[in-house]
């Protein structure tokens, strides 16, 4: 499984960006999705998940109401559209996809898109 994540960059705090990542196979196998991110010096963490059918969403406290999570099923993508952000944000996001067979779980990871938010 491959997934590829694209959308980072360079960004004033109050702007917006829009992260991609597409999956090597159907994303509908994936019971959840998720992006998570890591600053410089801190552990990674969960920033959204959606399940597979899109029906339930969860967010960090730290970015409710300003990043919306979505996938895209019949184009096998995730999307994270994070709106007025700030340099907090500044990070290395990856891109999740999380599998369960029985008592199995699979977690497969992006190489990570840096996202930069300047002050």
């Known amino acids: 499984v491959q997934l590829v994540e694209s959308g980072g960059g360079l960004v004033q705090a109050g702007g917006s960006l829009r992260l991609s990542c597409v999956v090597s196979?159907?994303?509908?196998?994936?019971?959840?999705m998720g992006w998570y991110r890591q600053a410089p010096g801190k552990q990674r963490e969960l920033v959204a998940s959606?399940?597979?059918?899109?029906?339930?969403?969860n967010y960090a406290d730290s970015v409710k109401g300003r990043f919306t999570i979505s996938r895209d099923n019949a184009r096998n993508t995730m999307y994270l559209q994070m709106n007025s952000l700030k340099p907090e944000d500044t990070a290395v996001y990856y891109c999740?996809?999380?599998?369960?067979?029985?008592?199995?779980?699979?977690?497969?990871w992006g190489q990570g898109t840096q996202v930069t938010v300047s002050s």
């Open positions: 959606i399940t597979s059918g899109g029906g339930s969403t």
């Open positions: 196979e159907s994303t509908f196998s994936f019971n959840v």
């Open positions: 999740n996809a999380r599998r369960t067979i029985v008592y199995a779980q699979f977690n497969y």
